[in-house]
Nanobody, 121 residues
Framework: QVQLVESGGGLVQPGGSLRLSCAASGSILRIYVMGWYRQAPGKQRESVAAITSGGSTNYADSVKGRFTISRDNANNTVYLQMNSLKPEDTAVYYC???????????????WGQGTQVTVSS
């Protein structure tokens, strides 16, 4: 019914940049908070950044000043611009969103399939 599809991951050298995108599709009535999480091998999934429908943002301390989250409400898309990447940013990055569909009375939480980001020389 609802799909979140990420794109933009890949291999980048330390200090480089990547831009992740996540497009939501389906019978969407409204999207509330959208965000990005990441999970490195052997570690728990952690929140990276989030943005409300009004544009308020918050970031993990580890990415503040380097990553920027933004969204295009008209196209149900969220972005994560990642600059000054470090090897410790290597992880699978997941898109997450609270979405109310046309047949639901409350929003539900949805996940994308993940995209690999590898920072290595």
């Amino acid at each position: 019914q609802v799909q979140l599809v990420e794109s933009g991951g890949g291999l980048v050298q330390p200090g480089g940049s990547l831009r992740l995108s996540c497009a939501a599709s389906g019978s969407i009535l409204r999207i509330y908070v959208m965000g990005w999480y990441r999970q490195a091998p052997g570690k728990q999934r952690e929140s990276v950044a989030a943005i409300t429908s009004g544009g308020s943002t918050n970031y993990a301390d580890s990415v503040k000043g380097r990553f920027t989250i933004s969204r295009d409400n008209a196209n149900n898309t969220v972005y994560l611009q990642m600059n000054s990447l470090k090897p410790e940013d290597t992880a699978v990055y997941y898109c997450n969103a609270d979405i109310r569909t046309v047949i639901a009375t409350i929003p539900y939480n949805y996940w994308g399939q993940g995209t690999q980001v590898t920072v290595s020389s």
